[in-house]
């Protein structure tokens, strides 16, 4: 079983940055893959950002593109999400994903982590 670790959440200004953390306890074929997925009250959990170890990638949403990074340290295990001029609209729950590949659903994710709040206000 593979356990992900997140961290970074927190209340941000609109135009701050803020970035996330995530390191998982062990690599296998099923982690090749990570990506961060956000879930908003009432609205299903969405794609964000997701990269390989390898560094393929990386790809975006449409709505954090541009103001988003992505990235991974192998040396450290772990995986960022670097959030700037956030936006009321990123406020929500976001949750840290690992899995064979890049998908933009969530069914294709093996694991995920526990969520981090982020709140961006106005």
């Known amino acids: 079983q593979v356990q992900l670790v997140e961290s970074g959440g927190g209340l941000v200004q609109a135009g701050g940055s803020l970035r996330l953390s995530c390191a998982p306890s062990?690599?296998?074929?099923?982690?090749?893959?990570m990506g961060w997925f956000r879930q908003a009250p009432g609205k299903e959990r969405e794609f964000v950002a997701a990269i390989k170890w390898s560094g393929d990638g990386p790809y975006y949403s449409d709505s954090v593109k541009g103001r988003f990074t992505i990235s991974r340290d192998n040396a450290e295990n772990t995986v960022y999400l670097l959030m700037n001029s956030l936006k009321p609209e990123d406020t929500a729950v976001y949750f840290c994903?690992?899995?064979?590949?890049?998908?933009?659903?969530?069914?294709?994710?093996?694991?995920w982590g526990q969520g981090t709040q982020v709140t961006v206000s106005s």
């Open positions: 062990r690599r296998t074929f099923n982690t090749a893959a």
């Open positions: 994903a690992a899995g064979p590949n890049i998908f933009y659903s969530t069914e294709r994710w093996n694991y």
